[in-house]
T-cell receptor, first 115, second 114 residues
Framework: NAGVTQTPKFQVLKTGQSMTLQCAQDMNHNSMYWYRQDPGMGLRLIYYSASEGTTDKGEVPNGYNVSRLNKREFSLRLESAAPSQTSVYFC??????????????FGNGTRLTVT | GQQVMQIPQYQHVQEGEDFTTYCNSSTTLSNIQWYKQRPGGHPVFLIQLVKSGEVKKQKRLTFQFGEAKKNSSLHITATQTTDVGTYFCAGPTGGGGSQGNLIFGKGTKLSVKP
């Protein structure tokens, strides 16, 4: 039972390069999320998908795009990477967005460095 | 906007000492969740509190939800080296019991000296 799987685990980009972070969950969850974690800043929501076919901005969406490919997969794209996007990125899923009893399940994270 | 604040930011304890982290929200929360992140790891869900004044225990961990549902605490009795990590509280932005987006506190990083 893999849970939430993120790829890649590590990535180094040069400023201006693009890349896509992949995320897949096998728990049949409806809702998926992308967070970034920076030292001293906690976890901040970038984008989320409450259900298949929908996506919405979170707290820090600038510079990112997302795609909910199907119920299992939710990708995050950096079109033109900037040093400020150096961070650890976590994908998460929950059974449903509209349920108080629905904790988040996180992937192992992607450590991204932009030089 | 809504904020969730956690104190302290760091806590260093001797193994066997107790530890407490506090979480305060600027608004009333429908529920609060606690997560633990081991060094180099990902956040892992610990517990959710829903009712005003609720107290839940998990072995040496005691979680409390304030009467006004605006604050919460996590207390660890007799810390062990396995307790090392960062503890986050998180509350939903949505009202009326909906999940909404979770707002995370910045976490309390616990280190335990053997």
């Amino acid at each position: 039972n893999a849970g939430v799987t993120q790829t890649p685990k590590f990535q180094v980009l040069k400023t201006g390069q693009s890349m896509t972070l992949q995320c897949a969950q096998d728990m049949n969850h409806n809702s998926m999320y992308w967070y970034r974690q920076d030292p001293g800043m906690g976890l901040r929501l970038i984008y989320y998908s409450a259900s298949e076919g929908t996506t919405d901005k979170g707290e820090v969406p600038n510079g990112y795009n997302v795609s909910r490919l199907n119920k299992r997969e939710f990708s995050l794209r950096l079109e033109s990477a900037a040093p400020s996007q150096t961070s650890v990125y976590f994908c998460a899923s929950s059974r449903t967005y509209r349920d108080s009893y629905s904790p988040l399940h996180f992937g192992n994270g992607t450590r991204l460095t932009v030089t | 906007g809504q904020q969730v604040m956690q104190i302290p930011q760091y806590q260093h304890v001797q193994e066997g000492e107790d530890f407490t982290t506090y979480c305060n929200s600027s608004t009333t929360l429908s529920n609060i969740q606690w997560y633990k992140q081991r060094p180099g790891g990902h956040p892992v869900f610990l517990i959710q509190l829903v009712k005003s004044g609720e107290v839940k225990k998990q072995k040496r961990l005691t979680f409390q939800f304030g009467e006004a549902k605006k604050n919460s605490s996590l207390h660890i009795t007799a810390t062990q080296t396995t307790d090392v990590g960062t503890y986050f509280c998180a509350g939903p932005t949505g009202g009326g019991g909906s999940q909404g987006n979770l707002i995370f506190g910045k976490g309390t990083k616990l280190s335990v000296k053997p």
